[in-house]
């Protein structure tokens, strides 16, 4: 019996302008159920905070928050925070240079959207335009 091993590698190679050539792999499958969860708790945090807000929208425009309902929205807020950053950080490991200190650099200096337009170039070939601030859809 032959046993042959054939490696998997789905790096693919993009070069950043000014910041060098990175190597880019889809998330694992355990990083990409740990994503989707982030995901979905930030929906519902949004619906959690969208009601809070709503009950206030009728109110008299004096009446401001209860600090119960300050408290609430500031746990919320720090959650979001902890996710982002936990998603942040599973999609800066699916990304390495041979450059040390170059993922950080990049990490450190460009945006979410970006970082998505990079990864999404290498992945799919595809490069998104970058959207208009206040453009509409």
């Known amino acids: 019996m032959t046993i042959k091993y054939i490696p998997k590698n789905n790096k693919k190679a993009i070069d950043v302008e000014g910041y060098g050539k990175f190597y880019v792999r889809p998330y694992g499958a355990g990083e990409e159920l740990q994503v989707q969860a982030n995901m979905r708790e930030l929906n519902d945090i949004q619906r959690t905070a969208q009601s809070l807000l709503e009950s206030y ?3 008299d425009k ?10 609430a929205l500031a746990e919320l807020q720090d959650r979001i925070s902890e996710l982002t950053i936990e998603t942040h950080e599973i999609l800066k490991g ?6 040390e ?34 453009a509409s859809v």
């Open 57 to 59: 929208k009728n109110a």
């Open 62 to 71: 004096n009446e401001e928050l209860t600090a119960e309902d300050k408290k």
């Open 94 to 99: 699916t990304i390495t240079s041979d450059t």
């Open 101 to 134: 200190g170059a993922v950080d650099k990049l990490f450190r200096e460009l945006d979410r959207v970006e970082i998505r337009r990079i990864v999404d170039a290498a992945l799919l070939g595809v490069v998104a335009e970058p959207k208009e601030p206040n």
